[in-house]
């Protein structure tokens, strides 16, 4: 077995002079120890949560690249008025790539079954060539599973189980998620059917309505139709919609559904109350589509409701080791149908810096998203 192990990470920066650079930095793994393998990485998604670390405030359009074309390195500006934002990292060379799939190719003791085992992996730095982990940390994929199987059995799979957890250990009875046609929004519906759980999709266009549909949602709501807030009120009604999961986070929309959800039950109010009613309304915000300001019309909810965010480590440990343990199990028994990703693109280290591609998933768009395969 080699005694150490080097590669090229991907790593972000946010320096003193107000930008954010991007490179490749050469790094060696000692060989690993007691309970610990060495992970050649082969498949590492780009989701929206890495891009926060990735890319932080930077401003994508100030983007500059130098360096040559194997070990490229890319700087941004970072707007004044976002640089508090990455205070606390300044001057900090921060691996990203929250989780990943590849082949256990080092064992120390305790962990020799996982050699040459195609494992699935989360815990950062996976933007990488090589990745040390202990052997308890990560999940042996299925027989036949490939890489691209296993990339994205985390965040995603286990975010979309957390929704439907949460929804039931708070006693509601149906959900609302938005930017539903997303590889998440996707898997919660497909969640959602099985368990007979009740799901409002709310989604920006026809075209992610479709996507919606063709795997069996009943109630997809397009935001950008005139009779949108009317068929919004309409289904949470039917539904009894209570718990609202929130993908974009600036704007009005979230503010839109628990008003919704307000209007919904004021219809089985028998008498008036000028606290309005008294069913129990949450908005959890899980992401940040858009950057702007959350804005609350909170004198048409009630009094009853509440907003806050939705983190998927803090809800793991809330829910306990017996729910977590069930929930990952579901998704390796349901890896390729249920919590199956489909990617744009597939590329290499380098080439994730490039500008064209920079600028393509950071638009976060529904149907682009990106995967990283540090072996090419």
């Known amino acids: 077995m080699s005694d150490t192990f080097t590669g090229l990470e991907l790593r972000s920066t946010a320096k003193e002079d107000g930008t954010l650079v991007l490179d490749l930095a050469e790094t060696t793994l000692t ?7 060495v992970v050649r990485v082969e498949a590492a998604p780009i989701n929206p949560s890495d891009l926060g670390l990735l890319l932080g405030p930077a401003d994508v359009s100030t983007l500059e690249r130098s360096g040559s074309k194997d070990r490229p390195t890319v700087t941004f500006q970072v707007p004044r008025e976002r640089q508090g934002g ?18 256990v190719v080092a064992a120390g003791a305790g962990a020799e079954a996982l050699m040459g085992r195609r ?16 052997a308890r940390d990560v999940v042996p994929l299925p027989e036949g599973a490939s890489a691209a199987d296993g990339a994205s059995m985390f965040v995603n799979p286990l975010t979309a189980l957390g929704f439907v957890e949460t929804a039931r250990m708070e006693g509601h009875k149906a959900i609302v998620h938005t930017a539903a046609a997303s590889n998440l929004g996707q898997m919660l519906q497909k969640i959602c059917l099985a368990d007979g759980m009740p799901l409002v999709n709310i989604v920006r266009s026809a075209e992610q309505a479709k996507i919606l549909t063709d795997i069996g949602a009943k109630y997809v709501l397009n935001s950008k139709d005139e009779d949108f807030r009317r068929k919004l009120v309409d289904a949470i009604a039917e539904t009894q919609a209570t718990v609202a999961f929130d993908a974009i986070g600036g704007g009005t929309l979230g503010s839109d559904i628990v008003q919704a959800m307000e209007q919904a039950a004021a219809r089985n109010m028998t008498e008036f109350s000028r606290y309005g009613s008294d069913s129990f309304k949450h908005l959890y915000i899980y992401g940040a589509l858009d950057l702007s300001p959350t804005t609350l019309n909170r004198l048409a909810f ?8 939705w983190l998927l480590t803090p809800f793991m440990k ?12 579901r998704v390796v028994d349901e890896l390729t149908t249920t919590f199956a990703s489909n990617y744009t693109r597939t590329i290499g280290l380098a080439k994730a810096l490039d500008p064209e591609v920079i600028r393509a998933y950071d638009r976060k768009a529904t149907g682009e998203k990106y995967l990283i395969d540090p072996t090419r």
């Open 119 to 134: 494992v699935g992996m989360m815990g950062g730095a996976m933007y990488a060539q090589y990745r040390k982990l202990k």
């Open 318 to 329: 809330r829910a306990g080791a017996e729910v977590v343990g069930r929930m990952r199990q």
């Open 31 to 37: 060989a690993p120890g007691e309970g610990e393998i």
């Open 86 to 103: 990455v205070r606390a990292r300044l001057g900090q060379s921060l691996p990203a790539g929250n989780e990943g799939a590849g082949t």
């Open 302 to 309: 009630g009094f009853q409701w509440s907003v806050s965010g």
